[in-house]
């Protein structure tokens, strides 16, 4: 088929990948990096999941490809910037370090090309169930675990059947009363954070629910997560920001194949 085009951005945000799980899309966000290039790459937290490598060891080949192609990026010039979140909250020693050309830091202003300024945080300390019930916390993310498996099986019998990939955990949550409100409050905090420091808006993840809302004059923009929702942020070369979702189906192509069906349906959503 030969190489495939690249989409390029002025800046890409992506989060919550949390690799060392089986629920991580490693596949998926290795496609997306490849074909993919910015002026700017962040990676808003929760990339290695340092909860569930504690309870036991997953690390599958695909994970170590992913930091591979990351750390490429940054070698070859891409200015790439880790803000820590809570599931691999260890490397917030490491504030204001370089790891291998990627910075460290803890949030960080983004001056979009059309000069907007974007407070971007990872969101856990707007989490109260994270700041005040640990606990609580560790307990519904065992039980989020047991769900991503149901969804990881339930995906493989729609793939067999020829069906899209649909994300199970999603919809559930969606349909509880208690989370759709616990979104909408964390939202809302996030937003009011950026409009105390005067900002235009606020870029975030840790919630794994993708969207971009005017809240009371600023934008609210979460990147998702590549578990559930597989989307990123893109900022285009005139400063707009876009949700961008990579892969709408889940397939059992090969990986040329599915590239390509990728970036067809990417380009798409880029032009609609």
């Known amino acids: 088929m030969g190489d495939l085009p690249r989409l390029k951005f002025r800046s890409i945000w992506i989060s919550d990948v949390h690799l060392g799980t ?4 490693a596949g998926y966000l290795l496609d997306f990096l490849k074909h993919t290039d910015a002026e700017h790459l962040y990676l808003v937290g ?4 340092g909860w569930a490598l504690k309870r036991s060891w997953f690390w599958h080949q695909s994970h170590n490809d992913v930091i591979q192609k990351i750390l490429r990026k940054a070698r070859k010039g891409c200015k790439v910037t880790f803000i820590p979140g809570n599931h691999d909250e260890a490397a917030r020693q490491f504030l204001g370090l370089m790891f291998g050309e990627i910075r460290i830091e803890d949030e960080i202003i983004h001056t979009t090309a059309d000069g907007r300024h974007f407070l971007v ?14 606990w609580l916390a560790v307990v ?5 675990g047991i769900t991503l498996t149901l969804n990881h099986w339930f ?7 020829g069906l899209g990939y649909w994300s199970l955990s999603q919809y559930l949550k969606h349909k509880v009363k208690t989370a759709v409100n616990f979104v909408t409050d964390f939202e809302e905090a996030v937003a009011n954070e950026a409009r105390d420091r005067g900002l235009d808006g606020v870029i975030c993840g840790h919630i794994h629910k993708a969207e971009m809302r005017d809240i009371n004059g600023i934008l609210y923009c979460n990147d998702g997560d590549w578990v559930e929702s597989l989307t990123a ?4 070369p005139c400063g ?17 194949v599915r590239a390509f069906t990728t970036l067809t349906a990417t380009t798409e959503d880029l032009v609609a």
């Open 22 to 25: 089986a629920g991580c899309q």
């Open 121 to 134: 945080l990872h969101g856990d300390r707007f989490d109260g169930v994270v700041q005040c019930a640990r």
């Open 233 to 236: 942020l893109v900022e285009m």
């Open 240 to 256: 707009e920001l876009r949700i961008l979702t990579w892969q709408k189906y889940f397939s059992e192509q090969s990986a040329e």
């Open 140 to 144: 519904g993310d065992r039980l989020y």
């Open 46 to 49: 929760d990339i290695i999941d």
């Open 155 to 161: 995906n493989r019998l729609r793939a067999r059947l």
